[in-house]
């Protein structure tokens, strides 16, 4: 878990959300490593030019439609 979910238009739950961050730096630090992690994972120069490649290639493939 790297944050909370809260539904659209609640405000109180968001204000609930952002006292726990403001509170709790062990939430900070948790959340800041789970997205790290998760950045790391996903967007590595090498995953983004494979992400890359595979949007040009299905507009490529479109176009010989």
């Given amino acids: ?3 909370f979910v ?3 238009m609640d405000v109180k739950l968001m204000a609930d959300a952002l006292q726990n961050l403001a509170r709790s730096r ?3 630090e948790r ?3 789970a997205s790290r ?4 994972g996903q967007y590595t ?4 030019a494979k992400k ?3 949007i040009y ?5 479109r176009q010989a439609v």
């Fill in 37 to 40: 992690i998760k950045f790391e």
């Fill in 31 to 33: 959340f800041g490593r």
């Fill in 6 to 8: 809260v539904p659209s």
């Fill in 45 to 48: 120069a090498r995953s983004m």
């Fill in 1 to 3: 878990q790297n944050g």
């Fill in 26 to 28: 062990e939430t900070r």
């Fill in 57 to 61: 290639s299905e507009l490529l493939d």
């Fill in 52 to 54: 890359y490649e595979e």
